[in-house]
């Protein structure tokens, strides 16, 4: 591999689903790549796509059109090296401990003996910060923790590329504040390279180093760009609020984030 390629390039992704009344189209003709250490973060209104792309990702929808490849080579299904992270809170076995939970997937793929499996869950659990929680039970661990387990599960596998698909989307304001920091603060030490969806306009920025823009269904690639230089220290700064914005305006054709907020909200005095 030549420094700098891709390892993820899909390339004119056009996605159908056949359905009894036809074929539907989900997705037309998006094109974006994540290099190494790389943050893709998909962001749209909801049925434009998104959840889509990370399954044709993932190897579970095949592409009508255009292709998908990994460090140059076509997906053509599923394969180890590349993980979906699903929202934590109900992943973990809770009759298995941190480290049962990590080793598990591992010795369920045939390829490695116990005590193989567990030093790859050890070693992946202590990459995470859990090193001290790793005889833990799942009930025991805070919603932070229970995530670090996840993403040590999905990276003992030494995946490529990790996919997350909205793991924060039922989870309350607070909560949903606490893991997109301690994603993101992981993300940035272990540099591992993501593909994310939401469609949250300040979690796609906070959590990607690129953003990538999708029309309402079918999606269609509206904008991408660089977002890299904001982190986590950037919350709520002007730069961060700009950006934003612009994401806004470039979604919904206009700049009253705010605005749409507060008009998204019952109105004030509606009790009264
Ligand atoms: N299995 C399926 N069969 C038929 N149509 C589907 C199927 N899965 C998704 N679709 C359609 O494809 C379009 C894209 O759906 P998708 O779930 O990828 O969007 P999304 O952007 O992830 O939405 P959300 O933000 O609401 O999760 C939608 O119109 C949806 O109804």
Redesign the pocket.
Known sequence: MTAGAPVLEAKDLT?D???PSGS????ERVSFTVAKGERLV?L????????????AVAGFVAPAEGRIALHGRPVQGPGPDRVVVFQEFDQLLPWKTVRDNVAFPLRATGRLRAAEAREKADAAIARVGLARAADAYPHTLSGGMKQRVAIARALAAEPEILLM??PFAALDALTRETLQAELLGLAESLGFTLLF?T?SIDEAVLIGTKLHL?SA???RTIAAFDVSHLDGDSWGSPEFERVAGEVHRLLFGRDDRHGARRAARPQEGAHA
Do not use: F, M, Q
């Open positions: 996605l689903y056949a359905t539907v189209r989900a997705v998909l749209g209104p909801s049925g434009c796509g998104k959840s889509s792309i990370l399954k698909d909205e969806v469609h999708l269904h079918p999606g």
